[in-house]
């Protein structure tokens, strides 16, 4: 074995070792303990409460964001947190759909938060087409959310800097995801009927605040829980 190779194999070898480790705290704290969170988890069956949508970014896992507990929240993550409009076709195989449909038929989650961020990556692919033309699906999944590219592009024309277009983009596309959910027929009703509450959540990277759409002043704000107001779009 050469050098650069044992060099590489030990590199390898940190990296997942250091995820093993973190299993490691997980067993112990959940399961090699008193705790019952497991216990109780299996013998009444999951009950989250809210499903969030979320994008794949390692940086922005939700459970890590919100500190979530084991069975809070169900979790779908994708590229650029998009959500596909309702479409039923014999060949399709809708990954986002059935777990959404899972979440609120099943589950009957009460909450649906799409969770966005800066610095996505999905969305300046979006927005950069040159950066996804050869990929074999990224380009097509990013098209879903053309509209939301579109809108920015008439709201704000050419004359905004890249940076600042991607912001605008990134919170569209979180509204985009919102009236897509409504055109889910079971979302629909139970928006419609007070079952359910759509929720958009746009988190920046650079200073760690959360900024939530509030659909009375038709745009997002800083987070302040004492005084959040949820509502919905669509
Ligand atoms: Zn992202």
Known sequence: MTGECSFTRNVIMAEIKALLEGYRHYYRKYFASSDTLYEDLLSKGQSPKTLVIACSDSRVDPSIVTSAQPGDIFVIRNVANLVPPYQV?????????????????????????????????????????????????????????????????????????????????????????????????????????????????????????????????????KVSVENYISGNVG
């Open 89 to 221: 076709d014999e060949d399709g195989l809708h990954g986002v759909s059935a777990a959404l449909e899972f979440a609120v038929c099943i589950l009957e989650v009460r909450h649906i938060v799409i969770m966005g961020h800066s610095n996505c990556a999905g969305i300046r692919a979006l927005l950069d087409a040159a950066n996804i033309e050869n990929t074999d699906f990224i380009g097509k999944w990013m098209s879903l959310a053309k509209p939301a590219k579109d809108r920015v592009a008439k709201r704000h024309g050419d004359g905004i800097c890249p940076d600042e277009g991607a912001h605008h983009c990134e919170k569209e596309s979180i509204l985009f995801s919102l009236e897509n959910l409504m055109t889910f027929p079971w979302v629909r009703l139970r928006v419609e009927t007070g079952k359910l509450k759509l929720h958009g959540w746009y988190l920046s990277l650079d200073d760690g605040r959360l900024e939530c759409f509030d659909p009375m002043k038709n745009r997002f704000e």
